[in-house]
C-alpha cells in the first residue's frame, strides 16, 4: 500500500511548531505580531462554567467577562517578567521539558483568585479574536477562511457571523482570501501569531490595540523560553 504523505501546507496556512518565527514565514510575510492571550475576570459566569473542556462561547465571554491583560498579571502576582509569564504558562500545562519548566511562576498563575480565569492553550483568546475581527472588517476586510491546524480543511465566513457565533477551532490557521494576512494559534502557545506584510497589517493592528510584540529576526514560537 502507497503510504499517504501530506504535501506541506502553504505558509499563509500553517504554523511553525518551533524555531524562529519570521524565518519561517520568510518569503511570505514580513511582519508577525504575537498578541498575548489575555486572562478574563470571569464576572457573571460561574467557575464551574469554566470547568474542563465545555467552556462559554466566545461572544458570551466578551459579553460578561473582562479581560485582564498580562501587564495586570505581573502586577499581581510579582512575576517579573512576560517572558517568566509565557514561561510560566507552558510549565502550568507541563508542555516544557523539565529543564525549561519555571516552576515558581506556575506557582503564582495556580494561586490567582478564583475570580480570574487562566486563557487555554492553543485557542484564540475571545478578546483577541474580537478586537482583531473588528479591526479587519472596520479595514474593509469581510471575509476570513478559518481552516485547521494542518491546512486539510477550511470554510469561508463572513466575519460578522464569526464575532456572534465561536467557529475558530483549536490552533486555527485563518486567512483573508487574497492571502495577505493570515491568523494563527500554535498549539502549545497562549498566543496568536498575527502575519502579514508591511502598512497593512500594522494598521489594523494599531486599530485593534492588542497586547504583544512585534517578532524580530531571533523571536522563536518558544520565545520565552530566550
Known amino acids: 500500500m502507497t503510504e499517504r504523505k501530506l504535501p506541506r501546507p502553504d505558509k499563509y496556512a500553517s504554523c511553525p ?63 517579573p517578567s512576560l517572558a517568566d509569564l509565557d514561561a510560566g504558562l507552558r510549565t502550568y500545562i507541563s508542555g516544557l521539558k523539565r529543564q525549561f519548566e519555571n516552576r515558581d511562576t506556575a506557582k503564582a498563575i495556580n494561586e490567582l483568585s478564583d475570580n480570574i480565569v487562566i486563557p487555554a492553550e492553543g485557542f484564540i483568546c475571545p478578546f483577541v479574536e474580537g478586537k482583531l475581527l473588528n479591526a ?23 466575519i460578522e457571523d464569526l464575532l456572534s ?15 495577505s494576512i493570515s491568523v494563527t494559534t500554535h498549539w502549545d502557545s ?30 522563536e514560537v518558544y520565545w520565552g523560553l530566550h
Do not use: M
Not at 520568510?26 to 473542556?53: C, L, M, N, P, R
Not at 479587519?136 to 463572513?158: A, H, I, P
Not at 457565533?165 to 492571502?179: H, L, M, N, R, T
Not at 508591511?198 to 531571533?218: S, T
Open 17 to 79: 511548531s518551533e524555531g524562529k518565527i519570521l524565518e519561517y514565514y520568510a518569503g511570505t510575510f514580513d511582519t508577525v505580531f504575537v498578541a498575548f492571550h489575555q486572562f478574563y475576570d470571569k464576572g457573571k459566569i460561574s467557575s464551574k462554567e469554566f470547568e474542563g473542556d465545555n467552556w462559554p462561547a466566545n461572544p458570551e465571554i466578551r459579553d460578561k467577562c473582562s479581560s485582564v491583560t498580562w501587564s495586570e498579571i505581573l502586577k499581581i502576582t510579582g512575576i
Open 136 to 158: 479587519l472588517f472596520s479595514n474593509g476586510e469581510k471575509w476570513l477562511w478559518v481552516g485547521d491546524e494542518f491546512g486539510t480543511e477550511r470554510k469561508l465566513w463572513w
Open 190 to 219: 497562549h498566543c496568536t501569531f498575527i502575519c502579514g506584510n508591511g502598512d497593512k497589517i500594522r494598521k489594523i493592528l494599531n486599530d485593534a490595540d492588542l497586547e504583544g510584540f512585534y517578532c524580530d529576526e531571533n523571536t
Open 165 to 179: 457565533k465561536e467557529v475558530i477551532p483549536s490552533s486555527a490557521c485563518s486567512y483573508i482570501p487574497d492571502k
